[in-house]
């Protein structure tokens, strides 16, 4: 769940539609390519409720997406297992009932948990995750 095992960097060219090279950001996520795809292939924008993807084509014409939310799950033998990242903020839950809250603008190695320093925005995520 650490940027450092979740983070890479995305690069897209799409000629005729980006002006020059995008990198995404905020976030995406593989589950964003389907929908992306789609909506290029149509022209349409792709709606399917069951996928919890999003075009990215708002980026790749230079206009911002909207602020979400990205969910993120471990299924294998570890203690962490589920994360929520919320435009800077990242919350990662654990098994064991620990939580930890980070800066990603800030703190980008996760080293300070501000749990305790920004109770109100940790328990808002606390809800969602």
């Given at each position: ?17 980006t ?7 905020p ?7 389907f ?21 990215i ?8 997406m ?38 990603l ?8 948990d ?16």
């Open positions: 769940m650490a940027e450092g095992g979740i983070r890479v960097p995305l690069a897209i060219y799409y000629p005729g539609v002006k020059k090279v995008v990198f995404a950001k976030q995406c996520r593989l589950l964003d390519f929908p992306t795809f789609m909506e290029i292939a149509t022209g349409k924008k792709y709606k399917n409720k069951e996928l919890d993807g999003e075009s084509m708002p980026l790749l014409k230079g206009k911002k909207k602020e979400r939310n990205l969910y993120l799950f471990r299924a294998y033998n570890t203690d962490q297992y589920a994360a929520i990242i919320n435009g800077d903020w990242k919350l990662i839950k654990y098994h064991s009932g620990k939580y930890q809250l980070y800066n603008r800030d703190d980008i190695s996760e080293t300070t501000l749990q305790n320093v920004y109770p109100e925005r940790f328990e808002k995520m606390k809800k969602k995750i």
